[in-house]
Every structure is written in C-alpha cells, then in structure tokens.
C-alpha cells in the first residue's frame, strides 16, 4: 500500500509543478498597426523634444515643478519608445537558421568539408532589418565558401585540418547590432585584386593602395575575382550588392583579412530604423544631425592642428594620426560668415576605425531623432542619410559620415 501512494505523492508534485511552469501568451498583430504606433510615438518624441527645447532658463527658474514633469515625460517617451521597438525586434535566428543547409549545399558542390559555427542567434534587431538581411548574408557565406575556404588537399598543404569553418556570429554594441562572417580560409589575395581593379580602371595605374584599401577593392561595383560565372558566388554580381543593400537599411561593411589564415567580414546595423542618438550641429544658417555612434570627439578649431598632405590634400594631425578633414559648409554648399578658428572640428569614426574630421559652425547639443528616408520621398543624396523634423519643427539633414569619406576618397584618387 505504500508504493501506490509514494506514486501518487510524486504525481502530485509533478502536478504542482506543472502548474508553477509559466505560460507565454502572445496574441497576433498586423505588422502595419505596428508601424502606425512607431510612427505615433515617433511624434510624441518630436514633441517632446520641442517643449524641452521652449523651457529657457528663465522658464525653468520660475516654475520648477512644470520642469520636472517635463523631464518625467522625457523619461517615459524614453521608456514607450524602447518598449515599442522591442515589439517590432526579432532574433537573427529566423535569418541565421537558412544556412546550414546551404553550407552543406556549397560543400557538396565544390568538393569542400565546411562546417558552419553560429553563435549570437538570439540577438534581437529590428523586423524591418531582418528582412532586408538574408540577401546580403547569403551572398557573404557564398563568398566564402567558394573563395576563402580551400579543398581538402589544399588545407592538408598548407598545414590546416582538412575540415574548414565559417563561423556567424551576431552581438549588440550600443545602438547597433554586429554581424560577422568570418572563414579561416586563404585570405584575399591581394596581388590578384590589385591587378584586377587596374585592369578594369578601378584603380589607377600608379596609385599605391594600403592592405585595407585593397581589400575593400571587393565591394568595388562590379568587381569580382571569378574566372568564370558560377552558380554560387561568381555569378558577375560582385560583392557590392552586398554594401549598396546594406546601405540602404542604414549599416555599414568592412572587411578584413589575413593571407593563409582567413577573412573576416563585419557588418554594422542599426537597432531600429525609425530613431536615433545625435549630435545637432549648425552649418551655415541650416541644422544638420551627425550620428551619435560615429563621434570620436568634438574641438574647437583654433585648438586643432591642420596640415597638408604630400598629396595637397587638407588633414587634420590628432595624437600622431593625420585624419582626412571635410568642411561640411563647402561640400553642402552652405554660405558661413564665421572664421575658420571660430568653428569647430567633429571628429568621427567611420569602416575599420578609420577617422574623418567635419568642420562645422557650431554644435548645439545632444538629442534623439526620428529618421525619415529621403530616398522615399525625394532621390538618394551623397553625404546624406536621410532627413528628421527637429522639435522647433525645422527639417535637419541626417549627415552620412561614411559616405562623405568614401567620396572625399574617390576625389582624391581621380
């Protein structure tokens, strides 16, 4: 008589527990009420940020209370905005989960033995990004299938397992999501790239490259290092399908790649599509916003040390590091009446930590943004990223950092 009721005792507790064990409810959501919420709250940040922006000092002396709730209902706009765009979030599994298979496909159709590694894939980004990224991604792991990793025979050559790895991983880094593909391939070969790009007028005949410049040759339009077009990687596309998409959701690429090790392609995202951390800043008599995430540091021109180039070109000497420098009011056009010590010097970081200094009138302050797309509504501008209404109800142009640089870059070389 015991046993059964120890049993019993026991089913009891599984019962007990079961019950314990949580429930996930979710309900289902049309994707475009979503949206229309988003857009709301991206009002109500538009808004808030004009009545912070109204409060001058005498304002904030005389009713202090009035202050507060101000700075409360900055709080939680704050709040209603992050827990918002998590409902539009989702992991990068949905997208990471497709490869697999075609590394094994891609294996099989050259000959290779790939393994795939994937870590990150619970990262969370924004739904929008998500399906704008399998593309690109698709592209990048054929890439590397087909160019970086070798066969058997060759790997056993060179003294590597016979078995090559490609390995995704995805990780947040502030208000942006880090999504690499790395191979420990045969690197790029960068003898062979150069040759190429001079072949089809890429690259100037005498124009000398560092390492980085030659392996950036790979988004080049049109660029590809096939002999022939295959139905996996060198199909004549190039690699700069895979940048100009990535572009348009915002993001960035950079490669990097070590000869006989392997290569490494990263690419930068943002968390969400609809705002964003600024610096507002003055040019001329128009506002411009310069990405939070890409500001190194900010100085006072007069405090800074400008040079000259062997090549003519204007740079800017920061701790041992001459840095291209763009004035903003000449290559927006804009008309400034300040002298040169007088104005300031934005220091950014753009692809692989390389740094371009803005020159602009004056910085006004520290502020989130909801982005609008210029592409959309109007054509796509070099040097701009898109637009934003800022709380006085003025339209301000979201400055592309990298993009400045890359066609400073392309000026340099013509």
Not at 282 to 294: A, D, F, N
Not at 326 to 339: G, P, S
Request: aromatic content about 2%.
């Amino acid at each position: 008589k015991p046993e059964p009721e120890k049993a019993k005792t026991g089913a009891g507790k599984n019962k007990k527990q079961a019950a314990k064990t949580p429930t996930v409810q979710s309900i289902r959501v049309d994707l475009e009420k979503v949206d229309r919420v988003v857009n709301m709250v991206g009002e109500l940040v538009i808004t808030q940020s004009m009545l912070t922006q109204q409060m001058d000092d005498q304002l904030r002396a005389r009713y202090q209370e009035m202050v507060r709730g101000v700075e409360v209902l900055a709080q939680t706009t704050r709040g209603l905005q992050d827990a918002v765009m998590a409902i539009r979030a989702q992991p990068v599994k949905s997208v990471f989960s497709r490869m697999p298979r075609l590394v094994r496909e891609l294996a099989s159709k050259t000959g290779k033995n790939i393994r795939l590694d994937m870590v990150g894939e619970n990262t969370e980004i924004d739904k929008a990004i998500i399906e704008q990224l399998s593309d690109p991604l698709t592209h990048m792991i054929r890439n590397s299938a087909d160019h970086g990793v070798e066969t058997p025979e060759k790997r056993k050559a060179a003294g590597k397992s016979e078995q090559g790895t490609i390995r995704i991983s995805a990780e947040q880094a502030g208000g942006n999501i880090i999504i690499a593909v790395e191979d420990d391939g045969a690197g790029i070969d960068r003898v062979r790239v150069l040759d190429l790009a001079r072949e089809r007028g890429v690259v100037g005949p005498d124009q000398q490259l560092s390492d980085e410049q030659i392996d950036e040759l790979v988004f080049a339009p049109g660029f590809s290092t096939a002999d022939a077009v295959s139905d996996i990687s060198g199909r004549g596309v190039g690699m700069d399908v895979v940048i100009s998409n990535i572009k348009k959701i915002g993001g960035s690429v950079h490669v990097r790649s070590s000869p006989g090790q392997g290569t490494k392609m990263l690419l930068r995202l943002p968390l969400t599509l609809a705002v964003m951390d600024v610096m507002l800043v003055e040019v001329g008599t128009g506002p411009y916003v310069i990405p939070l995430s890409s500001i190194v540091e900010t100085v006072l021109c007069e405090r800074a040390d400008f040079g000259h180039a062997p090549s003519g070109r204007r740079v800017l000497q920061i701790r041992g590091e001459y840095v291209q420098v763009i004035d903003l009011a000449v290559r927006f056009e804009m008309k400034t009446n300040l002298k040169e010590n007088k104005r300031f010097v934005v220091l950014c970081e753009g692809e692989g930590s390389t740094k371009i200094a803005l020159i602009v009138d004056r910085i006004i302050g520290q502020q989130q943004v909801v982005i609008k797309s210029l592409e959309e509504n109007f054509r796509r501008i070099d040097g701009v990223a898109g637009g934003t209404i800022l709380g006085d109800g003025n339209v301000a142009l979201i400055v592309d950092v990298q993009g400045l640089k890359n066609t400073q870059e392309q000026k340099s070389a013509a």
